[in-house]
């Protein structure tokens, strides 16, 4: 039984869930999402909730059950307040800007990164710090995490592009050569 999937999920007002065959839809004030559905699972809109239920009595369907209720939250809570992520970029003649529709990052290679930005994601950059904002939080984590692999955080000076909240280890280097006389 999954708890995430037995708790109904309430629509807050100005949001609209609709579920036709295969597909689910949530408009909201952020935007539309639309996401294809599993015919493990079975999704109800009533009276103002959306509940998620195994179609099926598969182990299948019982793994969906609870990761679809997840989606679906997501999914509401994303076209009403946007998720967001920050990056910070830190090192020497390390720097981020957006140009038209993508981002460009000059991280210590001979030449500058180009990343384009998917669409329904947004951008901004201020002072070193990437910040990345849309309805869909799949899309927002992955670009991200895209932009984060393009120069992972290295320990010895903690130089690249790092989460906000993200904590890097950092190792002591070389120790100078005691004197051993």
């Given at each position: 039984m999954s708890r995430i999937g037995k708790k109904p999920i309430s629509i807050p007002p100005g949001t609209e869930v609709s579920v036709v065959?295969?597909?689910l839809t949530v408009k909201g004030k952020g935007g539309t999402l639309k996401r294809s559905l599993h015919p493990a699972v079975a999704i109800s809109v009533t009276n103002g909730e959306v509940t998620v239920a195994p179609a099926l009595d598969t182990r299948l369907a019982r793994a969906l059950w609870g990761t679809y209720a997840a989606h679906v939250r997501n999914m509401i809570e994303g076209v009403n307040t946007p998720f967001s992520k920050k990056l910070?970029?830190?090192g020497i003649g390390y720097r981020a800007e957006v140009a038209g529709k993508e981002l460009k990052l000059s991280v210590g290679f001979s030449h500058p990164v180009l990343i384009p930005v998917p669409e329904g994601v947004t951008v901004s950059v201020d002072k070193g710090v990437i910040t990345i904002?849309?309805?869909?939080?799949?899309?927002?984590?992955q670009f991200a995490a895209a932009v984060r692999a393009t120069r992972k955080?290295?320990?010895?000076?903690g130089k690249g592009i790092r989460y906000e909240?993200?904590?890097v280890r950092r190792k002591q280097g070389k120790k100078a050569a005691t004197a051993a006389a």
């Open positions: 065959p295969h597909e910070i970029v830190e904002a849309g309805a869909d939080k799949e899309k927002v984590g955080p290295e320990p010895y000076k909240d993200e904590v």
